[in-house]
């Protein structure tokens, strides 16, 4: 097994680990500018809640993804959620900088395509900040082959995104 290896994360890996549970947190925060900042309580709830929840073995990479049904009241996933039946929302995706350039994201990616497909999802949607820019964010997205379908102000004006979807079928 090695470092870099995908995992799932669920109720059990979250109390279980508490070295991942810290580091995730941890790298997670340190990204806050692009993700959003979660506290311990929080991050548990949205590891508990998510349709698919995957880390690298040594905490150097994580992803979390909600489906329609999820308890999340993230103003992005409602923007979904008020226009699609179903979906699967990626809501975040962070790779620490030491791991960047080896394919996690990728990767990261691939897995949540292969889990929603298994699922009967058609759809993969997220959202990238416009305003504060995420240009690494755009490229990896336009080459995994997500397109624009809106855009919104959030938290009262201080950041703009742009909603992405793709397509699995």
Avoid: C
């Avoid at 226009?83 to 929302?89: G, I, P, T």
């Amino acid at each position: 097994m090695s470092d870099h290896d995908l995992r799932r994360l669920g109720p059990e890996e979250i109390a279980g680990a508490a070295w991942l549970s810290q580091r995730l947190l941890a790298l997670n925060n340190a990204n806050a500018r692009e993700l959003s900042w979660l506290e311990p309580d929080h991050f548990a709830h949205l590891a508990n809640e998510a349709f698919l929840a995957l880390a690298t073995e040594n905490g150097d990479a994580m992803l979390l993804a909600f489906d329609q049904d999820a308890d999340y009241d993230s103003p992005n996933f409602l923007w979904f959620r008020g226009r699609y039946a179903r979906f699967v929302y990626l809501d975040r995706i962070v790779v620490a900088p030491s791991a960047r350039r080896q394919g996690l994201a990728r990767r990261l990616h691939q897995a949540l395509f292969e889990h929603a497909v298994k699922a009967g999802h058609e759809r993969i949607v997220a959202e990238i900040n416009s305003d504060p820019p995420n240009p690494g964010s755009d490229a990896l997205h336009a080459a995994l082959g997500f397109v624009e379908v809106g855009r919104a102000a959030i938290h009262g004006g201080l950041k703009t995104v742009n909603y992405i979807s793709r397509d699995l079928v």
